[in-house]
């Protein structure tokens, strides 16, 4: 490997591998936070954060929206497929190297040419993937989860696993195979189910059980597919409500976990949980990661923020110390984030167009989480919100709090208590919170 960069070209000219100089540093290519080296809570910043790299919005998304066209120039892109697919890896790695993250995520047609044909899609993405395999050898990045788009080709428009018809479904099962094959070549920590078209735009013409059987049963084939062939990381499910369907089957974490179990998935699935999701579905980041912690399901992150006016799904990368503060605090609690990362599923604004954009958003990002690591690391070492939790709760700690803890009360017996009971008004000390947190964040 020449400097950071592999292949002939190098795509990112000018900027070399960028360095931690701390929060009094004026540069806007370096970390201000992240120190990947040091030590928290016993580990280094890096292994507690495991970022990841998101390939479709670094290297693919060129700024189209609804109402303009690309924004983005690539330097690496080319007509021909094949060599279009090995430039983009070039710049990828190269990028992802310099960046200093550990990990890499994409979906089969971010890295590969999509084809018309069966026979096209197996060819080109089979030939990639030999060649990921090599750059990942090379500079030592490692793919935290692949993912198949069973999204943007046309035939998907009525659902992939849920689409009324059989074909459909059988074209989809063919990319999630090839996608299991790939990630088993890659050494793959986690794969993905993002289920953007897994849901209705209308009940009138939607059998919405039947549909949500299909995506248990097509779930459950490729859980046993993957083992079968040696996958041993984690499957993820990643909630989102809406957007592109009117309304996607795994609306949120409560939504996703339940028909985990239903459909007898708990071993092998968790959720990954993205904050502009969670905020899509009415709650909050830290509401959906908590939800995960309380029942064993927090598989992985998609590390991005919403905008508190638009409601739709911005992608933005995250800079809200807070929201990182809460997010760390509970993947702590979590005891880490185990297979999973923190996967930047964000984009640069359509009007960031410089190269150099693309350093200083992940950069941003990257120190917006460490900024949450170190002030989740201050909140538990002090203690003071855990006790202030914990003695909220004390009346269950003994006596006939204890025992209804335990189930050892009847309902009856819970009346005749109430019968004689003071009933104090306790206050919840919200505000006072509020404060501590922001000593925390800022003494
Ligand atoms: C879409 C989204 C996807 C998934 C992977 O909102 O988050 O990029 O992360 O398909
Ligand atoms: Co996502």
């Given at each position: ?196 078209r897994?849901g209705?735009m ?42 592109p369907s009117k309304h996607q ?195």
């Amino acid at each position: 490997m020449k400097d950071y960069f592999v292949g002939n070209t190098e795509y990112f000219k000018g900027i070399g591998k960028i360095q931690y100089e701390g929060a009094k540093s004026d540069n806007p290519l370096a970390f201000k936070f992240y120190n990947p080296k040091k030590i928290v809570r016993g580990k280094t910043m890096e292994d507690h954060l495991r970022f990841s790299v998101a390939y479709w919005h670094s290297f693919c998304a060129d700024g189209t929206d609804p109402f303009g066209r690309a924004t983005q120039t690539y330097p690496w892109r080319d007509s021909n497929p094949s060599r279009n697919a090995r430039n983009k890896a070039e710049a990828a790695f190269e990028f992802i190297t310099k960046l200093g993250a550990p990990y890499y995520a994409f979906h089969d047609a971010d890295v590969a040419y999509d084809g018309e044909t069966a026979a096209e899609y197996e060819k080109y993405y089979l030939e990639i993937a030999e060649y990921l395999k090599e750059l990942q050898k090379a500079t030592g990045v490692k793919l935290l989860w692949n993912t198949s788009n069973l999204f943007s080709h046309p035939r998907y428009m009525n659902g992939a696993a849920t689409n009324p018809e059989f074909n459909v479904l059988t074209r989809a099962a063919l990319q999630v195979k090839t996608n299991l094959d790939v990630n088993v070549t890659l050494g793959g920590e986690g794969y993905t189910f993002w289920g953007g078209r897994e849901g209705y735009m209308s009940l009138w013409n939607t059998d919405m059980k039947r549909e949500e059987e299909h995506l248990g049963m097509f779930f459950r084939l490729a859980r046993d597919y993957g083992r079968s062939i040696g996958f041993k990381g984690t499957f993820y499910i990643e909630p989102k409500p809406m957007e592109p369907s009117k309304h996607q089957y795994d609306f949120d974490a409560a939504t996703a976990i339940a028909f985990i179990r239903k459909y007898d998935l708990q071993d092998d699935f968790k959720c990954n949980i993205e904050n502009n999701h969670a905020t899509l579905a009415g709650h909050t980041f830290a509401h959906d990661l908590q939800v995960c912690v309380d029942n064993g399901m927090l598989g992985s992150v998609d590390a991005n923020q919403g905008d508190r006016q638009n409601g739709w799904d911005t992608d933005e990368f995250p800079s809200d110390v807070y929201e990182t503060t809460e997010a760390m605090l509970i993947i702590l609690r979590n005891g880490g984030l185990h297979s999973g990362g923190l996967n930047f599923d964000a984009k640069r604004r359509r009007n960031s167009t410089d190269l150099s954009d693309m350093f200083i958003s992940h950069i941003g990002g990257m120190d917006a989480f460490a900024l949450g690591l170190l002030a989740a690391d201050k909140i538990l070492s002090d203690g003071k919100i855990d006790a202030m939790k914990k003695e909220r709760y004390s009346s269950f700690d003994s006596g006939d709090g204890a025992n209804y803890e335990k189930g050892l009360c009847t309902l009856e017996q819970l009346a005749e208590l109430g019968r004689k009971a003071a009933t104090p008004l306790i206050s919840g000390k919200q505000e006072l919170l509020n404060n501590l947190v922001n000593q925390y964040l800022f003494s």
